[in-house]
């Protein structure tokens, strides 16, 4: 089900049809969440019932890559979660300067690219010697081969650092999408006598505020949801 959900937004979101449609920086960020846990339903979560019940792999250097591989794409999904939520907070709280340096392709690989790096160089410290060793009963076991300090400091040093930016970005944001979209649901029920002629700018911004306020509002939606 992970695999057939996350495979489906990959595809949508890459697919022509809807690639002009879904360009901007939030669908891909989006995709980008749905391709680390398409990852993770793929590859993860077999590998982790087969060392569950001490299948696979019996080798230590093997036994720890995939122990690592999984902590990586879980934090790639948490800094794409923190990603979507500031660039989220970026697009409403600074309209103009996110529309003017934000919303390029360049920009939109870089960020990616920094997220996979991050997560990756992050999941990867038990490769570069925060581990337990290979255990004499020649098992492998994520409890015999991470140490406790390393969890207490991905809780407590990642997690909940987090969780907390996340959750206060994501209320602030909802906050700011409930008061605008009041601000234009009355804009447009006004009376010409009531309001000034509205021009061409005042158009497309109030056009380009729906549209981040909508994406907003999606995001909003999925974060709540994942978290």
Same mark, same amino acid.
């Given at each position: 089900?992970?695999?057939? *959900?996350? *495979?489906?937004?990959?595809?949508?979101?890459? /697919? +022509?049809?809807?690639? !002009?449609?879904?360009?901007? %920086?939030?669908?891909?960020?989006?995709?980008?969440? =749905? =391709?680390?846990?398409?990852?993770?339903?793929?590859?993860? /979560?077999?590998?982790?019932?087969?060392?569950?019940?001490?299948?696979? +792999?019996?080798?230590?250097?093997?036994?720890?890559?995939? &122990?690592?591989?999984?902590?990586?794409? &879980? !934090?790639?999904?948490?800094?794409?979660?923190?990603?979507?939520?500031?660039?989220? $907070?970026?697009?409403? !709280?600074?309209?103009?300067?996110?529309?003017?340096?934000?919303?390029?392709?360049?920009?939109?690989?870089?960020?990616?690219?920094?997220?996979?790096? &991050? *997560?990756?160089?992050? *999941?990867?410290?038990?490769?570069?010697?925060?581990?337990?060793?290979?255990?004499?009963?020649?098992?492998?076991?994520?409890?015999?081969?991470?140490?406790?300090?390393?969890?207490?400091?991905?809780?407590?040093?990642?997690?909940? +650092?987090?969780?907390?930016?996340?959750? %206060?970005?994501? %209320?602030?944001? $909802?906050?700011?999408?409930? !008061?605008?979209?009041?601000?234009? =649901?009355?804009?447009?029920?006004?009376?010409?006598?009531?309001?000034?002629? +509205?021009?061409?700018?005042?158009?497309?911004? =109030?056009?380009?505020?729906?549209?981040?306020?909508?994406?907003?509002?999606?995001?909003?939606?999925?974060?709540? $949801?994942?978290?």
């Amino acid at each position: 089900m992970t695999v057939f *959900g996350n *495979g489906l937004v990959i595809f949508v979101v890459l /697919n +022509p049809r809807h690639r !002009r449609r879904l360009s901007s %920086i939030t669908y891909k960020l989006l995709a980008n969440l =749905a =391709a680390a846990d398409f990852l993770v339903g793929l590859f993860g /979560n077999p590998s982790a019932a087969l060392q569950q019940d001490y299948l696979w +792999p019996p080798e230590y250097y093997s036994c720890l890559f995939l &122990t690592c591989f999984r902590l990586s794409l &879980t !934090r790639v999904s948490m800094c794409t979660f923190l990603a979507i939520a500031l660039e989220r $907070f970026v697009a409403i !709280r600074f309209p103009f300067t996110y529309q003017k340096h934000f919303q390029t392709r360049g920009k939109a690989v870089i960020l990616l690219a920094v997220i996979w790096l &991050t *997560g990756f160089t992050d *999941g990867m410290i038990p490769l570069y010697g925060w581990n337990l060793g290979w255990n004499l009963a020649n098992q492998c076991d994520y409890r015999k081969l991470i140490p406790n300090n390393y969890s207490i400091f991905g809780v407590f040093v990642e997690f909940i +650092p987090f969780v907390t930016i996340i959750t %206060i970005v994501s %209320i602030y944001v $909802f906050m700011v999408v409930r !008061r605008h979209s009041r601000q234009i =649901a009355t804009l447009e029920v006004a009376t010409p006598t009531e309001t000034s002629a +509205p021009t061409n700018n005042t158009s497309d911004h =109030a056009h380009s505020l729906k549209r981040e306020l909508k994406a907003a509002k999606k995001c909003f939606i999925i974060i709540q $949801f994942r978290q």
